[in-house]
């Protein structure tokens, strides 16, 4: 089950890329990236609860994708938003909007608020990963060359 939401996570995030013309020699990593996001997401969400799941996902996305980024010498926002599609709480999304079509208001506050947390925590995860500064993540040989 695991492998196949892993390779589901891949597709997703490759299909992400493609749709925004991302350069074709970058898309398995996008897909990589994406996968291994929603892989940290599935091993700690059985011992974690969402948020921190969702919170330890990003990072690793984050982490991963500033090794990649000097490597590939590509923008880090190439890899970093095909990296998050998996993560993004879409389902929390389609509650909360049709809660509201529902007119069932306290289902759309409960549900829109988890949502909005969820992103929030992305967020946070992604502000931390990209104000570290960018020597950490350089590997020895790229080290020489500066």
């Known amino acids: ?9 891949f597709m997703a995030a490759l299909a992400f890329a493609v749709l925004f013309n991302v350069p074709r020699e970058e898309l398995v990593f996008i897909g990589a990236i994406g996968a291994l996001g929603w892989f940290c997401y599935l091993l700690c969400a059985a ?11 990003s990072a690793a996305v984050v982490v991963f994708m500033r090794f990649l980024s000097p490597l590939r010498k ?8 095909g990296g998050l599609i998996p993560l993004v709480p879409g389902a929390g ?12 208001p306290s289902a759309a506050f409960q549900t829109g608020v988890n949502t909005l947390k969820l992103f929030g925590i992305i967020c946070i995860a992604v502000i931390i990963g990209l104000s570290l500064p960018g020597k950490l993540f350089m590997l020895t040989g790229q080290r020489r060359k500066l």
């Open 93 to 104: 999304i389609y509650n909360t909007m049709f809660a509201l079509i529902s007119a069932d």
């Open 47 to 57: 011992r974690m609860g969402a948020d921190m799941s969702t919170f330890v996902a």
């Open 74 to 81: 590509m923008p880090t926002t190439v890899f970093l938003i």
């Open 1 to 9: 089950m695991i492998i196949i939401q892993v390779v589901l996570a």
